[in-house]
């Protein structure tokens, strides 16, 4: 059998009026960005495909003007249900204008569903979600005033006397993926990419349910000559492929042409060290260190947990522990920016929904979190605040079911400067925002539901650190050299829980030589 070969216009003129579109990629690895190009070139030129529902896990973008940005014309997009929606700044525009139908679910939560909808289930049922703003007795995943009024896609359920959240499935009309080679037949591999991702369940989900699948690729080659261990689209799922026509149009990321080290063809030394300047970021990556436990299965989310690989570096513990990427990588140096999601020299490279099965059942040991906002009851906000929408991504995943959780932010925002000196830490310019608010627009993580399942919480910033309890946020540590009702109480809601033994954080956090965490 020949596999079809299209153009990418082509295969955009393939897309119903009405269709569920599904893509897969995380950020810019393994997104098929010619495809999305030209669907957008096909609106632009003729006004369709209108009215599509898209389907996403990641986030598939660039936040600029790549990935599902493409797709963010007025009459183009009728619904989105994803996980993560920050790097498509275009259509969280729509949103906040009220244009379009959408539903965030957690990003686990999503790349199961593909699976679901392969297997023709009618839903995932999880307890992914419980008590965030995804939960039906809050906002239901909707987005904006639209999709309040439109259906429930997620429903409260009891079974064996425990909650449970149910989350419709909906067949997948058309799907745009991306690999490396297809074979005549049609055989995809992903030799050359830097992550598996939710590419063999997208193309499942697809292909039962009736479905068409297009997979853009870098070359079509000679049937047999592809190693079958690296196929992960076998021929019967494909329809049809697309050569890329410009492979500015196929990077491995956004951020990177290729980089053998990324997808584990070759093992690259790592570029020269350095370590990060010395600021409100690697202070708290300094503190949050402190907290890594030799032999721990640990994940870094985006932001100001990045910093912290680097400070393990630094201290020469960075072997102590394996670093874990939620799109399917274990091991290796997770990369940042728009190289964020892949890892240099990683260890092993599963599917992302593969990923999320161990973190959703308690894989994880730690995991070290960003935080925007949180409220007096513990209670963060990662995936909205008003017209910016971040989406939750894998922060519910990760967050409800690590072992330990650990937030990691700066006190205030917008404007924060500091000065280190003499192990102490010196605020002479506060931020205008600070990150402690009476309410919060979204509950992305539950401080009930953390109660509830005993998870251990902690909330570390450049100047104070915070533990969970019943009654609320704890005050368990204070930075040497800050004021305590001028800097914190003063930038805060309402007064945290003070112990009588008050705990100064560790100097050596404010010291420029390294803390010697590896001694």
Request: with cysteine; glycine share 10%.
């Amino acid at each position: 059998m020949s596999v079809k070969i299209l153009t990418a216009r082509q295969a955009a003129d393939l897309v119903p009026d009405g269709a569920t579109l599904a893509a897969n990629g995380f950020i810019g690895a393994s997104t098929p960005e010619e495809l999305l190009m030209a669907l957008e070139e096909r609106f632009v030129e003729t006004g369709a495909p209108r009215d599509l529902t898209v389907m996403f896990a990641a986030a598939q973008g660039d936040r600029a003007t790549r990935g599902l940005n493409h797709l963010a014309h007025d009459g183009m997009i009728r619904r989105c249900i994803g996980g993560h929606w920050g790097m498509a700044p275009k259509i969280g525009q729509m949103v906040d204008d009220n244009k379009i139908l959408a539903y965030d679910f957690p990003q686990g939560v999503m790349c199961h569903m593909f699976r679901d909808i392969a297997a023709h289930k009618p839903g995932v049922m999880t307890h992914v979600g419980l008590g965030t703003f995804v939960d039906p007795r809050l906002l239901g995943g909707k987005l904006n005033e639209k999709t309040r009024a439109a259906e429930d896609l997620v429903h409260l359920m009891e079974l064996g006397g425990k909650e449970y959240l149910f989350y419709d499935c909906h067949p997948i009309t058309f799907a745009v993926l991306a690999g490396t080679y297809a074979d005549e037949s049609g055989n995809i591999s992903i030799e050359r990419e830097a992550i598996r991702g939710e590419t063999l369940a997208v193309a499942q989900a697809c292909k039962n349910s009736g479905g068409t699948v297009i997979v853009q690729v870098e070359n079509v080659v000679a049937t047999g000559s592809l190693d079958p261990m690296k196929v992960e689209i076998p021929s019967i799922l494909v329809d049809a492929v697309v050569v890329v026509s410009d492979m500015k149009n196929h990077m491995q990321t956004f951020n990177t042409q290729y980089n053998p080290g990324f997808s584990g063809e070759h093992r690259l030394g790592a570029s020269a060290f350095t370590p990060a300047e010395m600021g409100p970021k690697k202070i708290i990556a300094r503190r949050a260190a402190m907290e890594l436990k030799k032999g721990s299965v640990v994940n870094l989310g985006i932001g100001i947990p990045e910093y912290i690989s680097n400070v393990a570096t630094e201290e020469g513990i960075l072997d102590h522990f394996t670093l874990t990427v939620e799109s399917g990588i274990t091991g290796g140096s997770p990369q940042s920016g728009l190289d964020f999601g892949v890892s240099l020299n990683p260890e092993s490279i599963i599917s992302q929904p593969s990923m999320f099965d161990f973190y959703q059942g308690g894989g994880l040991d730690q995991a070290f979190l960003g935080f925007a906002e949180s409220d007096p009851e513990g209670n963060v906000n990662v995936s909205k605040f008003g017209p910016k929408l971040p989406g939750c991504g894998g922060f519910i995943d990760i967050s409800q079911n690590a072992k330990q959780v650990f937030f990691c932010g700066t006190f205030t925002a917008k404007g924060l400067k500091v000065e280190v000196k003499d192990g102490q830490l010196h605020i002479l310019q506060d931020g205008s925002i600070s990150k402690f608010q009476q309410s919060i627009e979204h509950i992305t993580f539950s401080a009930k539901t953390a109660i509830k399942n005993s998870l251990p919480v902690t909330y570390i910033t450049e100047r104070a650190v915070f533990t969970l309890s019943k009654e609320g946020l704890v005050l368990s540590e204070i930075a040497p050299g800050v004021d305590l009702e001028k800097d914190i109480l003063a930038k805060m809601p309402t007064r945290p829980i003070i112990p009588e033994n008050l705990k100064t954080m560790d100097e050596r956090i404010f010291r420029d030589e390294p803390m010697g965490l590896g001694k």
